[in-house]
């Protein structure tokens, strides 16, 4: 009796509890993972407010040799601030940026309008890319200095815990008016 | 008296909505059972990816060309070109037909007859898998004649099982192989629990099913071995005997169907390894290295990895299964079948041949480890291991695996969004479109061609252009060739149209005669090769 029943019960007990064990050993940091993997992506990417910040502590760089049809030229509407939008309207662009990894959040500015515009940013989580947020235009312009917001832990899933580590951000802009708005060559804040 | 007195018809259809619903819970069961993986997949796409399933093109070099060859097929049958490598064709080509690559026609041509009765765009196959999977699911249900408990068990398992469920939105030969599996399990199971009061049609069905997953992977060919198990007579060692005899003989004939319509591989799978039966071949000449360096790595690679993820922990579930799975089937029988002893021994012999057989052939041919090939090829058969297991024994046996694959999630998850995020884009789409889109079109399809050559396009210089190969016209299929050694070509080119991204490769066309540049585009050049005779009045 007492044999069938550590037999029976406890041994897929036991299992399950190894399965447990073995599964959470895949990760580095489960409740980090968690959020990452389940919970961030389905999250709320609506604009904080709008204002346009003056200036950014950000370690970024833009990598020109791996973006492609963008073009970026001074605001008319605001001093100090460039826009990067597609070169040949026809066909998408990549901005490619470097960022470090050194904090919780930063923001930026994507700008667009029509059904047809589409900005996506993506995280280069080798060995592919992930869409961290997705924007589809309206029928109007949406307002300058809307802040997006994008929580920067989740960009690489190998390192979650990992501080200050350099991740390639890629910007897709589809549309004639699709823009990201800059200063000094920066677009995160 | 009753009412329906006289009126038997009417009595009957009464009868029958009583029958009706009283199984209602049942058949809602088997409603969830076959909605919930849909359901799932649907969510993954529209919250993870922000698409939705008709948003899907194939980018990958596999899904390309898979889409290319069942577009081939539904476009013209048999009357397209030669798809493969190297320029190289499938057995089959000394029929005068144009075959397909090295996955063999069967699934291009399953896929292909469903896509000529209801089109085939590149989003179809997201909606063929997932209605194959619900069907399939569903007759799975139905042969099994499980409780209401057994069918959500089954469902939680597949809506977990990420895994599984990745390769049901994107153009994979997986989505069919896992539809098979759930079919094999249904009728494997009620072969083998009722034995001789099984209806008349399961044995042809099941016969029929086993030789059709074979043609579509040869590895199926193996379960011949369990359907002609003799269940009745275990210990006839002649009815062992003439078992093995009709397994082999029917395992060769579907693996003989299978390459006779498969175009060659000849490239190794990962740089530098030594590849299935080249290492036999190297055995019988003496020479073990080789046999011994797939040995090593892969106990290494399973057993003693860098790394745990999940996809090798799922390999190690599957190899538990394999040893726990013919004991559980012989000492845990679930009390409530009232199945005699015989069958708790012919299950267990068939989770071993099912497991044992799998395992064994991508420990012995492929570099199980090298990405996890060896849980590709095994994942269906254990698919269909583990639900004839949550029908025969008792289901807590099984809970381990929803308790990883739910802790396994977020992982998993994350996992999807790489993999499918550029299937599920239009950037790549769109740029190949924008690059490639009008100079393709130059490449016209001969219908009164002499030779499938002729509707043949290579790819010359490079290997897997994926999303690229769409844009060529429907009826034309696409060989890959990689450029030479030492940049000379040694034999002839046989296609008519070549398709070059690399300059070096222009540079050794440039130097064969009869080959004319049609076009270009950017990085692109399409040239003709005016060397194949396609026309009656030439040369």
């Given at each position: 009796m007492n044999k069938n029943f550590a037999l029976e019960r406890v041994l897929p007990v036991c299992l399950s509890a190894t399965a447990i064990i073995v599964g959470l050993s895949i990760y580095s940091d489960f409740p980090s993972a968690f959020y990452c993997g389940c919970i961030e992506p389905l999250e709320s990417k609506a604009p904080l407010r709008e204002k346009l910040l003056p200036c950014t502590s950000v370690e970024q760089h833009i990598e020109w040799e791996h973006s492609s049809n963008i073009t970026h030229a001074p605001s008319s509407e605001v001093d100090g601030w460039e826009i990067f939008s597609p070169a040949d309207p026809q066909i998408p662009a990549r901005l490619t940026v470097m960022v470090v990894r050194d904090r919780s959040e930063a923001v930026w500015y994507p700008r667009l309008n029509g059904p047809d515009s589409s900005i996506e940013l993506l995280a280069d989580d080798d060995p592919g890319l992930r869409l961290m947020e997705r924007i589809r235009g309206r029928n109007e312009w949406t307002p300058i200095g809307a802040q997006h917001v994008l929580y920067l832990p989740c960009l690489k899933y190998d390192y979650l815990k990992a501080k200050n580590v350099p991740t390639r951000l890629v910007f897709q802009l589809s549309g004639r008016w699709t823009q990201i708005w800059a200063r000094q060559g920066d677009i995160l804040f | 008296m009753d009412a329906n007195l006289g009126a038997p018809g009417r009595h009957t259809i009464l009868n029958r909505l009583r029958y009706l619903s009283s199984r209602l819970p049942w058949l809602v069961s088997v409603g969830v059972l076959s909605v919930l993986p849909v359901v799932v997949v649907s969510a993954l796409v529209t919250f993870y990816l922000k698409s939705n399933l008709q948003d899907y093109f194939p980018v990958g070099g596999d899904s390309a060309t898979y889409w290319q060859e069942i577009a081939n097929f539904a476009?013209?049958?048999?009357?397209?070109?030669?798809?493969?490598?190297?320029?190289?064709?499938?057995?089959?080509?000394?029929?005068?037909?144009?075959?397909?690559?090295?996955?063999?026609?069967?699934?291009?041509?399953?896929?292909?007859?469903?896509?000529?009765?209801?089109?085939?765009?590149?989003?179809?196959?997201?909606?063929?898998?997932?209605?194959?999977?619900?069907?399939?699911?569903?007759?799975?249900?139905?042969?099994?004649?499980?409780?209401?408990?057994?069918?959500?068990?089954?469902?939680?398992f597949l809506a977990t099982s990420l895994y599984i469920l990745t390769f049901l939105p994107i153009m994979m030969m997986e989505a069919l192989q896992y539809c098979i599996s759930f079919i094999l399990a249904g009728l494997f199971y009620r072969r083998l629990t009722l034995s001789r009061k099984a209806p008349s049609w399961l044995g042809p069905c099941l016969w029929g099913t086993i030789m059709l997953a074979a043609l579509t992977r040869y590895s199926w060919g193996i379960l011949f071995f369990a359907y002609y198990m003799p269940v009745s007579r275990l210990r006839s060692g002649n009815a062992w005997l003439a078992c093995l005899a009709k397994g082999l003989c029917f395992t060769v004939l579907g693996f003989s169907l299978y390459t006779y319509f498969a175009a060659p591989y000849p490239y190794e799978p990962f740089p530098g390894s030594v590849f299935g039966i080249k290492v036999y071949v190297s055995m019988l000449h003496g020479d073990v290295g080789p046999f011994l360096t797939l040995f090593k790595t892969n106990i290494l690679g399973v057993f003693h990895p860098g790394r745990v993820t999940v996809q090798l922990v799922l390999f190690w579930i599957i190899i538990f299964y394999f040893i726990a799975a013919p004991i559980l089937s012989l000492f845990e029988r679930d009390d409530s079948l009232a199945s005699d002893s015989r069958s708790g021994l012919a299950l267990a012999i068939f989770h071993c041949i099912n497991l044992g057989g799998i395992l064994a052939a991508v420990t012995l041919y492929y570099y199980t480890t090298l990405g996890m090939v060896g849980l590709r090829q095994s994942m269906p058969q254990f698919a269909c291991t583990f639900l004839v297991l949550a029908r025969s024994i008792r289901i807590r046996w099984l809970i381990p695996v929803l308790v990883f694959?739910?802790?396994?999630?977020?992982?998993?998850?994350?996992?999807?969004?790489?993999?499918?995020?550029?299937?599920?884009?239009?950037?790549?789409?769109?740029?190949?479109?924008?690059?490639?889109?009008?100079?393709?079109?130059?490449?016209?399809?001969?219908?009164?061609?002499?030779?499938?050559?002729?509707?043949?396009?290579?790819?010359?210089?490079?290997?897997?252009?994926?999303?690229?190969?769409?844009?060529?016209?429907?009826?034309?299929?696409?060989?890959?060739?990689?450029?030479?050694?030492?940049?000379?070509?040694?034999?002839?080119?046989?296609?008519?149209?070549?398709?070059?991204?690399?300059?070096?490769?222009?540079?050794?066309?440039?130097?064969?005669?009869?080959?004319?540049?049609?076009?270009?585009?950017?990085?692109?050049?399409?040239?003709?090769?005016?060397?194949?005779?396609?026309?009656?009045?030439?040369?």
């Amino acid at each position: 009796m007492n044999k069938n029943f550590a037999l029976e019960r406890v041994l897929p007990v036991c299992l399950s509890a190894t399965a447990i064990i073995v599964g959470l050993s895949i990760y580095s940091d489960f409740p980090s993972a968690f959020y990452c993997g389940c919970i961030e992506p389905l999250e709320s990417k609506a604009p904080l407010r709008e204002k346009l910040l003056p200036c950014t502590s950000v370690e970024q760089h833009i990598e020109w040799e791996h973006s492609s049809n963008i073009t970026h030229a001074p605001s008319s509407e605001v001093d100090g601030w460039e826009i990067f939008s597609p070169a040949d309207p026809q066909i998408p662009a990549r901005l490619t940026v470097m960022v470090v990894r050194d904090r919780s959040e930063a923001v930026w500015y994507p700008r667009l309008n029509g059904p047809d515009s589409s900005i996506e940013l993506l995280a280069d989580d080798d060995p592919g890319l992930r869409l961290m947020e997705r924007i589809r235009g309206r029928n109007e312009w949406t307002p300058i200095g809307a802040q997006h917001v994008l929580y920067l832990p989740c960009l690489k899933y190998d390192y979650l815990k990992a501080k200050n580590v350099p991740t390639r951000l890629v910007f897709q802009l589809s549309g004639r008016w699709t823009q990201i708005w800059a200063r000094q060559g920066d677009i995160l804040f | 008296m009753d009412a329906n007195l006289g009126a038997p018809g009417r009595h009957t259809i009464l009868n029958r909505l009583r029958y009706l619903s009283s199984r209602l819970p049942w058949l809602v069961s088997v409603g969830v059972l076959s909605v919930l993986p849909v359901v799932v997949v649907s969510a993954l796409v529209t919250f993870y990816l922000k698409s939705n399933l008709q948003d899907y093109f194939p980018v990958g070099g596999d899904s390309a060309t898979y889409w290319q060859e069942i577009a081939n097929f539904a476009k013209v049958g048999f009357h397209s070109g030669h798809s493969g490598f190297e320029e190289t064709a499938a057995p089959a080509a000394k029929l005068g037909i144009g075959t397909f690559g090295s996955h063999s026609q069967w699934f291009p041509m399953l896929y292909g007859c469903i896509a000529k009765m209801i089109g085939w765009g590149p989003a179809t196959v997201s909606f063929i898998n997932i209605v194959l999977v619900s069907l399939s699911l569903g007759a799975m249900a139905w042969l099994m004649k499980g409780t209401i408990r057994f069918n959500l068990f089954c469902a939680v398992f597949l809506a977990t099982s990420l895994y599984i469920l990745t390769f049901l939105p994107i153009m994979m030969m997986e989505a069919l192989q896992y539809c098979i599996s759930f079919i094999l399990a249904g009728l494997f199971y009620r072969r083998l629990t009722l034995s001789r009061k099984a209806p008349s049609w399961l044995g042809p069905c099941l016969w029929g099913t086993i030789m059709l997953a074979a043609l579509t992977r040869y590895s199926w060919g193996i379960l011949f071995f369990a359907y002609y198990m003799p269940v009745s007579r275990l210990r006839s060692g002649n009815a062992w005997l003439a078992c093995l005899a009709k397994g082999l003989c029917f395992t060769v004939l579907g693996f003989s169907l299978y390459t006779y319509f498969a175009a060659p591989y000849p490239y190794e799978p990962f740089p530098g390894s030594v590849f299935g039966i080249k290492v036999y071949v190297s055995m019988l000449h003496g020479d073990v290295g080789p046999f011994l360096t797939l040995f090593k790595t892969n106990i290494l690679g399973v057993f003693h990895p860098g790394r745990v993820t999940v996809q090798l922990v799922l390999f190690w579930i599957i190899i538990f299964y394999f040893i726990a799975a013919p004991i559980l089937s012989l000492f845990e029988r679930d009390d409530s079948l009232a199945s005699d002893s015989r069958s708790g021994l012919a299950l267990a012999i068939f989770h071993c041949i099912n497991l044992g057989g799998i395992l064994a052939a991508v420990t012995l041919y492929y570099y199980t480890t090298l990405g996890m090939v060896g849980l590709r090829q095994s994942m269906p058969q254990f698919a269909c291991t583990f639900l004839v297991l949550a029908r025969s024994i008792r289901i807590r046996w099984l809970i381990p695996v929803l308790v990883f694959q739910v802790v396994s999630i977020p992982s998993s998850i994350i996992t999807f969004m790489d993999n499918m995020e550029a299937e599920y884009n239009s950037y790549q789409q769109n740029i190949a479109r924008h690059e490639t889109g009008k100079l393709f079109k130059l490449i016209k399809y001969n219908k009164n061609a002499l030779s499938p050559w002729c509707n043949t396009v290579l790819f010359f210089g490079g290997y897997g252009f994926g999303v690229y190969m769409l844009m060529i016209p429907p009826e034309i299929s696409i060989n890959d060739m990689r450029l030479p050694a030492e940049d000379e070509l040694l034999t002839p080119l046989k296609s008519a149209w070549i398709i070059t991204d690399n300059q070096r490769a222009s540079d050794v066309l440039k130097q064969v005669s009869g080959v004319e540049i049609l076009g270009s585009s950017g990085v692109w050049t399409l040239y003709s090769n005016s060397n194949v005779q396609c026309h009656q009045f030439e040369r």
